[in-house]
């Protein structure tokens, strides 16, 4: 892990200047870069969902925002990588946290689907999406604080869950469509993290 990479390498430069933070990043640097294309990752495309469309993926931004528009119905879609666990000092494999709104023209509510996904064991590639929470808005932008929220959906009938996870799909909202989210995202940060890497090393070189 790179954190850890950082903390060991400049314990063993104490004696230098800056405590051996300059070599470190510099040997972090050239890690990544020799490990990984050094390019910015392009703009998300989904080949398994090409009738979502991206609203929002600023390059320095962690989150994506996507939208489907088909049958008078709208599909947003906001995914963000979920905070980095660790097992002893190695990092687990990231999660990816999903907002799902579905709207209709002109009609209320808006269903609002908390999802995770999470890179299936033994499917490099493949990401299981579940959904962890169900509730409403009574219009978009409607923060639903005065709604009933329902039961923890864990605690629903299975019929009713198993229902709910299929009227998901039936709107693209899939596993495919999952890690597709997840791989980009973590693209996206490893090329966001690279370039803070060469920020710091023009800030530190600048006091040598």
């Not at 892990?1 to 051996?20: E, H, I, N």
């Not at 528009?69 to 599909?75: P, Q």
């Not at 169900?134 to 009713?160: A, I, K, T």
Request: hydrophobic share 40%; net charge negative.
């Amino acid at each position: 892990m790179f954190l850890r990479r950082l903390r060991t390498s400049a314990a063993l430069r104490r004696g230098a200047k800056d405590g051996g933070v300059l070599a470190a990043i510099r040997a972090e640097l050239a890690h990544e870069l020799a490990s990984s294309a050094p390019s910015a990752p392009p703009s998300f495309h989904s080949q398994d969902a090409p009738e979502f469309v991206t609203v929002s993926d600023a390059p320095r931004a962690q989150d994506l925002l996507l939208r489907r528009r088909a049958d008078s119905e709208e599909v947003l879609v906001s995914a963000l990588l979920a905070p980095l666990v660790f097992q002893g000092q190695e990092p687990l494999p990231r999660d990816l946290l999903m907002k799902v709104f579905v709207s209709k023209p002109g009609a209320a509510p808006v269903l609002h689907f908390d999802c995770r996904a999470f890179s299936a064991e033994g499917k490099p590639g493949f990401a299981d999406c579940t959904i962890n929470a169900v509730r409403y808005h009574s219009s978009p932008g409607d923060d639903g604080e005065d709604n009933y929220g329902g039961p923890e959906f864990r605690d629903l009938d299975p019929q009713l869950k198993a229902a709910l996870q299929e009227y998901l799909v039936a709107r693209g909202v899939n596993s495919k469509l999952a890690s597709s989210i997840l791989q980009h995202l973590l693209q996206k940060e490893h090329a966001q993290y690279l370039n803070w890497l060469k920020i710091l090393e023009e800030t530190f070189s600048k006091d040598h």
